[in-house]
């Protein structure tokens, strides 16, 4: 009995200090890749070009003539979702999402052949791990949003006080929290590893794509190379953006009822027809099983997603 106890207590000792190694590997691994990154960054070859921040990446897409594959355009907006994820996972997320769709689309009582159905519900599910990253992209952008205009009042007050620039973007990085913090914090590695203002204020405005910080970093940008008082230019950069957002908010509560007829319209088609399956499953079949039944369907989807496309495009107004 004894023997046993102390057998299995050696188990769990050795379970225990192998998850400890192994959590401290992938902690140090991930430190050590953070980096290399901003030493690549850093240390990279090349001639330094002027970029023009203000420019919004659709011109600079028209203009260089180049076009990022879907692989860059996927992990680009990983990066940007803050997901701790790679390609390779989204990849693997998306086939098994399909294989459950495909299983779950064989089980439908639905008059389609089951090869049809296996591969719409496949497809349609495929699509929900992009639908996450997208919404946590979406939502990232937003709090950067919201915490910039506080980040330039801090950053305004600092200088008025006496610190250096660079010093406050360290306090910046330190006092405002995620994720604007982690990336103000990543400005600052850069700059004080040696980067060019010009190449880290670039690739700040890459990492965080929103106008706003464009905008503020062509206005440091700017300050760098004519003079003049940066911590007032900032304050007036904040003032700005709070007004934005205060319009954004008036315009959103304008287009409400619009968004929500949208969602209504599009919707109850479908929750009809999930319904219509669910407790009369063959009700539908007349409709499903005769030509004409079928080109109505088709033309009451084509509507459907041509009335959404028009009644989105008039109440989104861009602020």
Request: positive net charge; aromatic residues 8%.
């Amino acid at each position: 009995m004894n023997t046993i106890v102390a057998f299995c207590f050696l188990v769990i000792l050795a379970l225990l200090l192998f998850s400890i190694s192994f959590g401290l590997r992938f902690y140090e691994g991930r430190r050590r890749k953070s980096l290399v990154s901003m030493l690549r960054t850093v240390t990279e070859n090349g001639e330094e070009h002027h970029v023009n921040l203000l420019i919004d990446d659709t011109v600079k897409k028209m203009e260089s003539g180049n076009s990022k594959n879907i692989s860059e355009r996927l992990t680009e907006m990983l990066s940007e979702s803050g997901l701790d994820w790679t390609l390779r996972r989204l990849y693997i997320s998306m086939g098994v999402a399909f294989f459950i769709g495909a299983i779950v689309g064989l089980r439908v009582p639905f008059a389609v052949p089951p090869l049809l159905r296996a591969l719409a519900t496949g497809l349609c599910a495929s699509v929900l791990p992009l639908l996450i990253v997208s919404k946590k992209r979406s939502a990232r952008m937003g709090e950067l949003e919201t915490q910039l205009p506080d980040a330039l009042d801090f950053l305004s007050r600092s200088m008025r006080a006496g610190h250096a620039f660079s010093i406050s973007l360290e306090m910046v990085g330190e006092e405002i929290s995620d994720p604007l913090g982690q990336e103000f914090r990543a400005l600052f590695n850069e700059l004080n590893l040696g980067a060019s203002l010009e190449r880290a204020f670039a690739n700040f405005a890459k990492r965080v794509p929103i106008p706003d910080t464009r905008f503020f970093s062509s206005a440091v940008l700017l300050q760098r190379q004519t003079g003049g008082n940066l911590s007032e230019i900032l304050n007036r950069l904040s003032h700005i953006i709070r007004e934005r957002f205060r319009l954004k908010g008036q315009v959103k509560a304008a287009s409400a009822h619009g968004r929500l007829t949208a969602t209504i319209l599009t919707l109850l088609p479908i929750a009809t027809l999930v319904g219509l399956v669910i407790t009369s499953p063959g009700y539908l079949d007349p409709l499903l099983n005769s030509p004409s039944g079928r080109k109505l369907i088709e033309l009451g989807v084509v509507a459907q997603v041509v009335g959404n496309f028009f009644i989105r495009k008039i109440i989104k107004i861009k602020v």
